[in-house]
């Protein structure tokens, strides 16, 4: 069975400073995928970054990287240059081949942006 | 132009009734989905339709029913509320491709409130 791990459920970090948000996973299987997620306190559920396992390298979009080490099982989020705009929950999320694109989420990560 | 909308966004109802949310996605995708996000933000897949069939099923109640008339629409009927069925549900919808989901849109949200 798969399985997503958020350890940090409420984090801080001041305006124009990097923050990472941790996620570890749990799967067998070889081929899987993994998610980030945006929820502003509006409720709206936004796609930030998509990883592959057989991706070579790591994924970037804008200020959102993703951290990801096979051998850990972690898939973390880092945040380059926090703005107030960033301050959310953030999930994470993790597909597996043969699950008929079944994504299940992490718990969640509540991230303040502190002026 | 709004990808993922889902009506009503608010639903207020008496414990016993039987309401209906509706989802349309004007992405081309064939998959779509039905998630419930609990008062602890938790995010649960309950169903899932690709190009109109019924690929997952999750250990959700009977008296919630999912159709999916075409595969740009995906309805959640469900029978004889009870408070515990309060939460917010998000339709998603993903293209399918070789290797899996690279990512999911999100509907809105609508926040079910059962009294």
């Known amino acids: 069975a798969q399985k997503i791990t958020q350890t940090q459920p409420g984090m801080f970090v001041q305006e124009k400073e990097a923050v990472t948000l941790d996620c570890t996973y749990d799967t067998s299987d070889p081929s899987y995928g993994l998610f980030w997620y945006k929820q502003p306190s509006s409720g709206e559920m936004i796609f930030l970054i998509y990883?592959?396992?057989?991706?070579?390298q790591n994924a970037t979009e804008g200020r959102y990287s993703l951290n990801f080490q096979k051998a850990r099982k972690s898939a973390n989020l880092v945040i380059s240059a926090s703005q107030l705009g960033d301050s959310a929950m953030y999930f994470c999320?993790?597909?597996?081949?043969?699950?008929?694109?079944?994504?299940?989420f992490g718990t969640g990560t509540k991230l303040q942006v502190i002026p | 132009d709004t990808a993922v909308s889902q009506t009503p966004k608010y639903l207020v109802t008496q414990m016993g009734n039987d309401k209906s949310i509706k989802c349309e996605q004007n992405?081309?995708?064939?998959?779509m989905y039905w998630y419930k996000q609990d008062s602890k933000k938790f995010l649960k897949i309950m169903f899932s339709y690709n190009n109109k069939e019924l690929i997952i099923n999750e250990t959700v109640p009977n008296r919630f029913s999912p159709k999916s008339p075409d595969k740009a629409h995906l309805n959640l009927h469900i029978n004889s509320l009870e408070l515990g069925d309060s939460a917010v549900y998000f339709c998603?919808?993903?293209?399918?491709?070789?290797?899996?989901?690279?990512?999911?849109?999100f509907g809105p949200g609508t926040r079910l409130t059962v009294t």
């Open positions: 992405l081309g995708h064939d998959t």
């Open positions: 999320a993790m597909r597996v081949s043969g699950g008929y694109q079944k994504v299940t």
């Open positions: 990883q592959g396992s057989y991706d070579q």
């Open positions: 998603a919808s993903s293209l399918p491709r070789g290797g899996g989901i690279r990512e999911q849109y």
